[in-house]
């Protein structure tokens, strides 16, 4: 690996297309509390019972919709019954086809009355698109990653040789991950598809589906700590940091709630780390970890090449405690 190797982002993205739908809502184009099927017509999710709810853009913000990921279910649910592509795996399923799957899936709870980890950045992603007029990667190109500098990161790889291989956690050491594979996730496989990258026909995931290099993501967190913000206003920049749906500990466990863009530290203690309240962080299935602490003046990002270790194995715990020590 060198300083300007490309990974596969994962869900690395999503705060990038948070800080895309935020910018949209700054500028008054769209509305937090805008309801989704305004936007998209043909998504109109039901709960069991039938009924139709009201969801909103910031219910997609927050992963509060109802919505989930194939990967979050036991079993033969309706995720896999649906062949619902979490964006990590490959697809030929564009916008349309993903948005219709959707929509047939009852919701998992009534919007804004519950939290899951789900794909609610992919529908905002199509919100977007209809918002902005322009497919995915134009929208996110004029709205963060050109005005950021973020030359590097986009829906597409140019340069091949410049994308890092990627593993998946195995025994005695990680396995390189190769096709359409799959690395056992708390009990159930995840797809990984690191090919999926050059596949023109998949939908463009906002949630999990972009690659870039470690310097053009701390680039864009390090703007949103300090407030100065190429894209962002700095009230809109600060709720981010605010929470913004309770989640029992769902999100990133006790201690955690979730902002805009990632999980916000409430009590440190109960989290068990030295993070200072306040901080936003998230990472991502590739072996990835970020984290804002705007109260000690410091931004990480760490991009590894390793599912899962290096999102949630000894790696980055050990990282994170090695820098606090060295403050």
Not at 19 to 35: H, K, M, P, Y
Not at 203 to 229: C, N, P
């Amino acid at each position: 690996m060198t300083e300007d190797s490309i990974f596969l982002l994962s869900s690395v993205a999503k705060p990038i297309i948070t800080v895309a739908a935020l910018n949209l809502v700054q500028s008054g184009t769209i509305g937090l509390d805008d309801t989704v099927s305004e936007w998209l017509p043909a998504f109109r999710p039901r709960l069991p019972d039938g009924t139709e709810p009201r969801i909103t853009v910031r219910q997609l913000l927050t992963h509060s919709a109802g919505l989930s990921y194939v990967f979050m279910e036991q079993g033969d649910g309706p995720y896999h019954r649906h062949a619902i592509s979490s964006g990590l795996d490959d697809t030929d399923d564009d916008f349309p086809a993903l948005i219709a799957k959707l929509t047939d899936i009852p919701l998992s709870y009534p919007p804004g009355h519950g939290w899951g980890y789900s794909m609610s950045l992919d529908v905002l992603s199509a919100v977007i698109e209809q918002a902005s007029g322009s497919t995915l990667p134009e929208a996110i190109a004029a709205l963060v990653t050109g005005p950021m500098a973020m030359n590097d990161t986009a829906f597409s790889v140019a340069d091949p040789r410049r994308l890092v291989a990627h593993y998946g956690d195995a025994s005695p050491r990680p396995r390189r991950l190769v096709g359409d594979d799959a690395v056992p996730f708390f009990g159930n496989p995840m797809r990984l598809s690191p090919g999926r990258i050059f596949n023109a026909r998949a939908f463009h995931s906002g949630g999990t589906g972009m690659a870039g290099t470690a310097g053009d993501v701390i680039r864009l967190l390090e703007s949103l700590r300090t407030g100065q913000s190429a894209v962002l206003d700095a009230p809109t920049t600060r709720s981010m940091f605010d929470i913004q749906a309770r989640t029992g500990g769902l999100a990133a466990g006790p201690g955690w709630e979730f902002g805009f863009g990632g999980s916000v530290l409430v009590e440190s203690e109960m989290a068990g780390t030295p993070q200072s309240p306040g901080t936003l962080q998230w990472d991502g299935a590739y072996g990835h970890k970020w984290s804002i602490d705007p109260a000690r003046g410091l931004t990480v990002v760490a991009l590894t090449n390793t599912a899962f270790e290096g999102m949630n194995g000894r790696f980055p715990v050990d990282l994170r405690d090695a820098i606090y020590r060295s403050l």
